[in-house]
């Protein structure tokens, strides 16, 4: 477990398999989900992350770190894009104090993606990130805050009854969070930006306007994949070969 604003947040934590005299693991990646997409979705968000995990220690031979956030999966708490960043912050702090690495990436789809942006753009530890399906902004959930907290209701990211508190002060949150507003933070460290060609849910030109803002990062669009680029096997080829090319 992480522990993130005194909630508890599920994690798991695979490493490459170890062979003989290897060198200690220097490399870490976070991953970072989306928003759920479907009824109900939120308690299977990221379940099929650690498999995934598993899959990039392997091959890329680095430490990667799984998590749901709060109001997902077996973490605790409900949505807020403010909470959401936090616990983010508190999976790369987990990353540093556990795993003995000397840099962490992160690499976020959707959702995650973009908060992986405006994270790393205020915290110089981060070497690196790489999104996939990212939103520019989310002004569209901003724009009718009841209407969309219902919808993350009935995703089952809003649990308890009653929350938010302050409805004006959960919006607010989700205005000021927006990529495109800080994404020129992040270079010079590596910025790969991943979209799929036909996202009929992010639009291919929220993935060409953050790599405009942001020079000396790379664009790589996805020929013929749509917003769920996790399962696409282009997608995660892309990723592990970004992995690769990361130093220290």
Known sequence: MIESDGLKLWAHTARPPRRGNDKPVRKGLVLCHGFPTGPRWAESSGRTYP????????????AVLAFNYRGTGESEGDFSLG????????AIDHMYETTGVDGVWLAGFRTGGALAICVAADDERVKGVSTFGAPADFDSWSQEPRKFLATARERGVVRSPGFPDDLSAWTQEIKSTRALDCVDKVPPRPLMIVHGSIDDVVP???ARVLADCAPGSELRVI?????????DPRAVAVLIGWMDRQTL
Do not use: I, Q
Not at 51 to 62: I, K, N, S, Y
Not at 223 to 231: D, Q
């Open 223 to 231: 020929t013929g994949a749509g917003h769920r680029l996790r399962h």
């Open 204 to 206: 291919l030109s929220d």
């Open 51 to 62: 498999e995934f995990a598993d899959r990039l220690a392997t091959d890329a031979g680095w």
């Open 83 to 90: 909470g959401w960043a936090r616990d983010l912050r508190a």
